[in-house]
């Protein structure tokens, strides 16, 4: 990436250069390409959260709507919202001592690089996982969500198939 913020559409290259990111003037165009186009999986996030015992269980649940002959991976991402914590910002000439941080990586509930899924992804297959995790006194569970997905998991292939989010208390 040669600046920040760099814009990233599903990891897909919409180019012949490699280059995943893309300039701010192609976004609306690719991100309406790739939302009129049918997801091979449906992708569904169902949360419990226990506030006396703080745990958290997040419900998986992928289905595939056509054969994807591609080696995938699930991702599950714990985030929260409204952090208030400072921040440099060069558009106001230094450190914002109340920024608001949105959608911050609290936890990956999965392993980092996402948990391999089987490789045979036939139209009709549905796989549930469930992820437990215990939630820090010191985070806001009302401002968590669970964002899951899957993806291509091919050496010269990270392309998003599918994504879903859902709120730890609803």
């Not at 003037?25 to 169902?46: D, F, H, M, R, W």
Request: glycine share 4%; proline share 4%.
């Amino acid at each position: 990436v040669t600046g920040w913020p760099a814009i990233f559409i599903d990891r897909k290259d919409f180019g012949d250069d490699d280059y995943l990111a893309e300039l701010p003037e192609n976004v609306v165009t690719y991100t309406g390409n790739q939302v009129a186009e049918s997801a091979p999986i449906n992708l569904y996030v169902e949360n419990t959260f226990d506030a006396e015992t703080r745990i958290l269980t997040a419900k998986i649940t992928v289905k595939y709507t056509e054969t994807v002959s591609s080696v995938n991976q699930l991702s599950v991402a714990l985030v929260e919202s409204d952090i208030i914590a400072a921040q440099v910002d060069d558009n106001v000439g230094g450190e914002v001592e109340d920024y608001e941080h949105n959608h911050v990586l609290r936890k990956m509930l999965s392993f980092y690089q996402g948990d391999p899924l089987p490789e045979e992804n036939v139209a009709g297959r549905v796989y549930e996982f469930t992820y437990s995790f215990t939630i820090p006194e010191t985070w806001v569970a009302e401002n968590m969500e669970i964002i899951a997905f899957v993806n291509t998991a091919e050496a010269d292939n990270k392309e998003v198939l599918q994504a879903a989010e859902g709120a730890v208390v609803e």
